[in-house]
């Protein structure tokens, strides 16, 4: 089955620097790639995704890219805020007939932003 | 903002003794899953749940979990005999249609700890 790996485990950055999260995936025939964000006592939000067809997708500070031959995907925040500070997941999923798509998650990035 | 709720926050139980997780899911949705994440670990997929049954499960769900949806309103997740690994955040989740063609969103979860 699937295996999703997320590197770093914690991340700490100076507010307005760039934060990088990767993650890698053993199933080539996953499809679906989101990132979510856990804020403390909070359920995981999404925050984009991105699908296979796709290599890159932007929505303001925060930017995904997807490397479907390396099997790998990356989250980029820019211009990081401490609002930013919080856990980030990224998850792979196989949508296939019949499949509700469920997602495999990484373990987690702890991000820190210092002011 | 419609969310998904879950109640208790926090439940403290027995080995052995049996727990009703539950879940109120965005009115409109139509998918329901069960994730769980042990501390430290990955948020990992226990089920999914679509016109009142079970659409696809994890080797995780054995028999000693169940789900039900009782009335129009809730989900809820029994696990008849509790274990001490058992002892992790349960998430709750809803979406449109199966994820990934649209968003799963994510209750805040409950954290079960059984002693």
């Known amino acids: 089955g699937e295996n999703v790996e997320q590197h770093p485990s914690t991340l700490s950055v100076q507010e307005g620097d760039s934060a990088v999260i990767k993650c890698t995936y053993s199933?080539?025939?996953?499809?679906?790639f989101p990132w979510y964000k856990q804020e403390l006592g909070k359920g995981p939000q999404l925050i984009i995704d991105?699908?296979?067809?796709?290599g890159e997708k932007k929505d303001q500070r925060i930017a995904v890219t997807l490397n479907k031959t390396a099997k790998h995907f990356s989250l980029h925040i820019t211009e990081t805020q401490p609002e930013d500070s919080a856990v980030y997941f990224c998850?792979?999923?196989?949508?296939?007939?019949?499949?509700?798509?469920?997602?495999?998650f990484g373990k987690g990035t702890k991000l820190s932003v210092k002011p | 903002e419609p969310e998904v709720t879950q109640t208790p926050s926090h439940q403290v139980t027995q080995m052995g003794q049996e727990v009703i997780l539950r879940c109120v899911p965005i009115?409109?949705?139509?998918?329901f899953y069960w994730y769980r994440q042990i501390l430290g670990q990955k948020v990992e997929f226990l089920v999914s749940?679509?016109?009142?049954?079970?659409?696809?499960k994890s080797e995780i769900f054995d028999d000693q979990f169940s789900v039900e949806r009782p009335d129009g309103s809730n989900f809820t997740l029994k696990i008849r005999s509790t274990k001490l690994e058992d002892s992790a955040m349960y998430f709750c989740?809803?979406?449109?249609?199966?994820?990934?063609?649209?968003?799963?969103?994510f209750g805040q979860g409950t954290r079960l700890t059984v002693v």
């Open positions: 199933d080539s025939a996953s499809n679906y």
């Open positions: 998850a792979a999923s196989l949508n296939y007939g019949g499949s509700q798509g469920n997602l495999i």
């Open positions: 991105i699908r296979s067809n796709v």
């Open positions: 749940f679509y016109n009142n049954e079970i659409s696809e």
């Open positions: 009115s409109n949705h139509l998918y």
């Open positions: 989740a809803s979406s449109v249609e199966g994820a990934p063609r649209t968003e799963a969103f």
